[in-house]
T-cell receptor, first 114, second 112 residues
Framework: EPEVTQTPSHQVTQMGQEVILRCVPISNHLYFYWYRQILGQKVEFLVSFYNNEISEKSEIFDDQFSVERPDGSNFTLKIRSTKLEDSAMYFC????????????FGQGTRLTVV | GESVGLHLPTLSVQEGDNSIINCAYSNSASDYFIWYKQESGKGPQFIIDIRSNMDKRQGQRVTVLLNKTVKHLSLQIAATQPGDSAVYFCAEDYNYGQNFVFGPGTRLSVLP
Protein backbone atom coordinates (compact mmCIF):
# COMPACT_ATOMS: atom_id res chain seq x y z
CA GLU A 1 0.00 0.00 0.00
CA PRO A 2 1.46 3.39 -0.92
CA GLU A 3 2.39 5.60 1.98
CA VAL A 4 3.82 8.97 2.84
CA THR A 5 7.28 8.68 4.37
CA GLN A 6 9.00 11.25 6.53
CA THR A 7 12.58 11.61 7.68
CA PRO A 8 14.01 11.87 10.21
CA SER A 9 11.64 10.38 12.75
CA HIS A 10 13.19 12.51 15.48
CA GLN A 11 15.27 15.67 15.18
CA VAL A 12 16.91 17.48 18.05
CA THR A 13 18.27 20.93 17.33
CA GLN A 14 19.55 23.92 19.21
CA MET A 15 17.52 27.08 19.31
CA GLY A 16 18.41 29.36 16.42
CA GLN A 17 19.54 26.54 14.14
CA GLU A 18 17.98 25.71 10.81
CA VAL A 19 16.20 22.41 10.30
CA ILE A 20 14.86 20.70 7.21
CA LEU A 21 12.15 18.11 7.53
CA ARG A 22 11.74 15.77 4.60
CA CYS A 23 8.75 14.02 3.15
CA VAL A 24 8.18 11.72 0.20
CA PRO A 25 4.50 11.97 -0.73
CA ILE A 26 2.61 9.22 -2.47
CA SER A 27 3.64 9.16 -6.11
CA ASN A 28 1.09 10.65 -8.52
CA HIS A 29 -0.38 12.79 -5.75
CA LEU A 30 -0.58 16.45 -6.59
CA TYR A 31 -1.46 18.22 -3.35
CA PHE A 32 0.85 18.40 -0.39
CA TYR A 33 0.48 19.64 3.15
CA TRP A 34 2.40 20.23 6.32
CA TYR A 35 0.69 20.07 9.70
CA ARG A 36 2.08 20.23 13.18
CA GLN A 37 0.90 18.88 16.49
CA ILE A 38 2.18 20.17 19.79
CA LEU A 39 2.16 17.41 22.38
CA GLY A 40 -1.35 16.64 23.54
CA GLN A 41 -2.97 19.20 21.27
CA LYS A 42 -4.82 19.09 18.02
CA VAL A 43 -3.36 18.87 14.56
CA GLU A 44 -2.77 22.36 13.15
CA PHE A 45 -2.54 23.30 9.50
CA LEU A 46 0.67 25.00 8.35
CA VAL A 47 0.71 25.10 4.57
CA SER A 48 -0.65 23.52 1.41
CA PHE A 49 1.27 23.24 -1.84
CA TYR A 50 0.19 22.59 -5.39
CA ASN A 51 1.76 23.05 -8.79
CA ASN A 52 5.03 24.14 -7.24
CA GLU A 53 3.60 26.95 -5.21
CA ILE A 54 1.95 27.57 -1.90
CA SER A 55 -1.85 27.36 -2.10
CA GLU A 56 -2.61 28.48 1.42
CA LYS A 57 -0.75 29.04 4.65
CA SER A 58 -1.76 29.61 8.23
CA GLU A 59 -0.69 32.30 10.67
CA ILE A 60 1.82 29.85 12.10
CA PHE A 61 3.64 29.69 8.77
CA ASP A 62 5.59 32.92 9.08
CA ASP A 63 8.78 34.08 7.39
CA GLN A 64 10.82 31.52 9.32
CA PHE A 65 9.11 28.70 7.43
CA SER A 66 9.46 27.68 3.82
CA VAL A 67 8.53 24.69 1.71
CA GLU A 68 10.04 23.27 -1.41
CA ARG A 69 9.59 20.42 -3.82
CA PRO A 70 13.09 20.35 -5.26
CA ASP A 71 13.10 17.21 -7.37
CA GLY A 72 9.56 16.07 -8.06
CA SER A 73 9.54 13.50 -5.28
CA ASN A 74 10.63 15.14 -2.03
CA PHE A 75 8.63 17.79 -0.24
CA THR A 76 10.54 19.67 2.43
CA LEU A 77 9.73 22.01 5.28
CA LYS A 78 12.49 24.34 6.40
CA ILE A 79 12.55 26.30 9.62
CA ARG A 80 15.30 28.91 9.36
CA SER A 81 15.88 29.82 12.99
CA THR A 82 14.18 27.44 15.34
CA LYS A 83 12.52 28.56 18.55
CA LEU A 84 11.64 26.54 21.61
CA GLU A 85 7.97 26.77 20.69
CA ASP A 86 8.63 25.06 17.37
CA SER A 87 8.99 21.80 19.27
CA ALA A 88 6.20 19.58 17.98
CA MET A 89 5.35 16.65 15.75
CA TYR A 90 5.35 17.70 12.12
CA PHE A 91 3.20 15.73 9.71
CA CYS A 92 3.35 15.72 5.97
CA UNK A 93 0.28 14.74 3.98
CA UNK A 94 -0.54 14.25 0.33
CA UNK A 95 -3.70 14.02 -1.66
CA UNK A 96 -4.43 12.86 -5.17
CA UNK A 97 -7.09 15.39 -5.97
CA UNK A 98 -8.17 18.39 -3.99
CA UNK A 99 -11.85 17.76 -3.78
CA UNK A 100 -13.53 15.14 -1.67
CA UNK A 101 -10.67 12.75 -1.15
CA UNK A 102 -8.79 11.94 2.00
CA UNK A 103 -5.30 13.16 2.73
CA UNK A 104 -2.76 10.50 3.61
CA PHE A 105 -0.44 11.36 6.48
CA GLY A 106 3.09 10.31 7.20
CA GLN A 107 4.24 9.05 10.58
CA GLY A 108 5.64 12.42 11.49
CA THR A 109 8.93 13.97 12.56
CA ARG A 110 9.29 14.83 16.21
CA LEU A 111 11.21 18.10 16.41
CA THR A 112 12.75 18.99 19.73
CA VAL A 113 14.34 22.42 20.08
CA VAL A 114 16.64 22.79 23.05
CA GLY B 1 -12.68 32.11 12.30
CA GLU B 2 -14.87 29.10 11.72
CA SER B 3 -13.63 25.84 13.14
CA VAL B 4 -14.42 22.28 13.96
CA GLY B 5 -14.88 21.25 17.56
CA LEU B 6 -15.67 18.23 19.67
CA HIS B 7 -18.11 17.83 22.53
CA LEU B 8 -16.26 15.18 24.56
CA PRO B 9 -12.53 15.21 25.11
CA THR B 10 -12.44 11.66 26.56
CA LEU B 11 -14.60 8.58 26.20
CA SER B 12 -14.28 5.28 28.03
CA VAL B 13 -16.24 2.25 26.85
CA GLN B 14 -16.35 -1.42 27.70
CA GLU B 15 -14.92 -3.81 25.17
CA GLY B 16 -17.71 -5.03 22.95
CA ASP B 17 -19.90 -1.99 23.45
CA ASN B 18 -20.61 0.57 20.78
CA SER B 19 -18.83 3.93 20.83
CA ILE B 20 -20.12 7.26 19.62
CA ILE B 21 -17.77 10.18 19.11
CA ASN B 22 -19.26 13.55 18.28
CA CYS B 23 -18.08 16.60 16.42
CA ALA B 24 -19.59 20.02 15.77
CA TYR B 25 -18.59 22.15 12.83
CA SER B 26 -19.40 25.73 12.05
CA ASN B 27 -18.40 26.24 8.43
CA SER B 28 -21.61 25.69 6.51
CA ALA B 29 -19.70 25.85 3.22
CA SER B 30 -17.67 22.73 3.99
CA ASP B 31 -18.73 19.83 1.84
CA TYR B 32 -16.46 17.00 2.88
CA PHE B 33 -15.58 15.54 6.27
CA ILE B 34 -13.14 12.91 7.42
CA TRP B 35 -12.59 10.97 10.61
CA TYR B 36 -9.00 10.18 11.47
CA LYS B 37 -7.63 7.85 14.12
CA GLN B 38 -4.32 8.64 15.76
CA GLU B 39 -2.46 6.11 17.83
CA SER B 40 0.31 7.19 20.14
CA GLY B 41 3.40 8.33 18.25
CA LYS B 42 1.82 7.88 14.83
CA GLY B 43 0.29 10.06 12.18
CA PRO B 44 -3.45 10.43 11.61
CA GLN B 45 -4.92 7.41 9.87
CA PHE B 46 -7.97 7.69 7.65
CA ILE B 47 -11.05 5.88 8.95
CA ILE B 48 -14.03 7.05 6.95
CA ASP B 49 -15.26 10.09 5.08
CA ILE B 50 -18.56 11.59 4.04
CA ARG B 51 -19.65 14.15 1.52
CA SER B 52 -22.22 16.78 2.34
CA ASN B 53 -24.74 15.31 -0.07
CA MET B 54 -25.00 12.26 2.20
CA ASP B 55 -26.20 11.88 5.77
CA LYS B 56 -24.84 8.44 6.52
CA ARG B 57 -21.99 6.28 5.38
CA GLN B 58 -20.94 2.88 6.64
CA GLY B 59 -17.63 1.12 6.66
CA GLN B 60 -16.35 -1.92 8.41
CA ARG B 61 -17.60 -1.56 12.02
CA VAL B 62 -17.75 2.22 11.60
CA THR B 63 -20.54 4.55 10.58
CA VAL B 64 -20.39 8.28 10.09
CA LEU B 65 -23.51 10.39 10.41
CA LEU B 66 -23.82 13.93 9.15
CA ASN B 67 -26.54 16.30 10.24
CA LYS B 68 -26.18 19.47 8.22
CA THR B 69 -29.14 21.13 9.90
CA VAL B 70 -27.33 21.32 13.22
CA LYS B 71 -23.82 21.02 11.76
CA HIS B 72 -23.03 17.86 13.61
CA LEU B 73 -20.90 14.88 12.70
CA SER B 74 -20.57 11.61 14.59
CA LEU B 75 -18.51 8.47 14.37
CA GLN B 76 -20.01 5.24 15.57
CA ILE B 77 -17.79 2.25 16.24
CA ALA B 78 -19.56 -1.07 16.66
CA ALA B 79 -18.29 -3.74 19.06
CA THR B 80 -15.39 -1.62 20.25
CA GLN B 81 -12.12 -3.49 20.56
CA PRO B 82 -8.91 -2.74 22.50
CA GLY B 83 -7.24 -1.86 19.21
CA ASP B 84 -9.71 0.98 18.82
CA SER B 85 -8.11 2.85 21.71
CA ALA B 86 -6.72 6.04 20.21
CA VAL B 87 -7.47 9.71 19.71
CA TYR B 88 -10.10 10.38 17.08
CA PHE B 89 -10.21 13.60 15.11
CA CYS B 90 -12.84 14.91 12.81
CA ALA B 91 -11.53 17.04 9.99
CA GLU B 92 -13.39 19.49 7.83
CA ASP B 93 -12.42 20.09 4.25
CA TYR B 94 -12.03 23.83 4.40
CA ASN B 95 -11.59 26.36 1.64
CA TYR B 96 -12.23 23.98 -1.23
CA GLY B 97 -9.52 21.55 -0.35
CA GLN B 98 -6.77 23.98 0.45
CA ASN B 99 -6.56 22.62 3.94
CA PHE B 100 -8.25 20.43 6.50
CA VAL B 101 -9.32 21.89 9.82
CA PHE B 102 -9.00 19.37 12.59
CA GLY B 103 -11.09 19.27 15.72
CA PRO B 104 -9.41 19.05 19.14
CA GLY B 105 -9.75 15.26 19.31
CA THR B 106 -11.46 12.70 21.53
CA ARG B 107 -9.48 10.07 23.36
CA LEU B 108 -11.22 6.71 23.27
CA SER B 109 -10.25 4.23 25.97
CA VAL B 110 -11.52 0.68 25.72
CA LEU B 111 -11.89 -1.05 29.06
CA PRO B 112 -11.45 -4.83 29.34
Amino acid sequence: EPEVTQTPSHQVTQMGQEVILRCVPISNHLYFYWYRQILGQKVEFLVSFYNNEISEKSEIFDDQFSVERPDGSNFTLKIRSTKLEDSAMYFCASRGTVMNTEAFFGQGTRLTVV
Amino acid sequence: GESVGLHLPTLSVQEGDNSIINCAYSNSASDYFIWYKQESGKGPQFIIDIRSNMDKRQGQRVTVLLNKTVKHLSLQIAATQPGDSAVYFCAEDYNYGQNFVFGPGTRLSVLP
